[in-house]
């Protein structure tokens, strides 16, 4: 019996749809999609993941901590973690979970610039 190896054609393949974000998020496993799409470097589906699930302020900060404890190449969680855009496009944003991927972006200027912001509206609400 001859036993003949899988071509790199089929390994491919087979790889790359064990590495897929997609299913976890059709299935809504959103904290595995999210480790998936950082590991295979996918930010759109780490977005995707994010904006989909049902609770985007946790799935969010389960993001940030994933990719502060596990990323290792600063570049690359730089990328991730501008995913901050995405907190800040919520019709409520948490400013906490914001202003710590500021801090760890060292963008002390974007947390100055919201909290002026949100001295602004605090005026506003007094008058």
Not at 5 to 31: A, N, V
Not at 60 to 77: E, I, P
Request: charge should be positive; aromatic fraction near 6%.
């Amino acid at each position: 019996m001859k036993i003949t190896e899988p071509s790199s054609e089929s390994l491919t393949t087979s790889s790359k749809s064990e590495l897929d974000p997609t299913r976890c998020i059709t299935d809504g496993k959103y904290q595995q999609a999210i480790g998936m799409s950082i590991e295979c470097r996918r930010l759109d589906k780490l977005r995707e993941a994010i904006t989909k699930s049902a609770n985007v302020h946790a799935t969010l900060s389960y993001c940030t901590d994933v990719s502060h404890a596990f990323v290792n190449r600063r570049q690359y969680r730089r990328e991730v973690l501008l995913l901050v855009k995405v907190y800040q496009d919520l019709a409520s944003p948490n400013y906490l979970n914001i202003f710590q991927c500021l801090m760890l972006l060292h963008q002390p200027d974007g947390v100055a610039s919201i909290l002026e912001k949100l001295l602004r509206s605090e005026k506003k609400m007094m008058r």
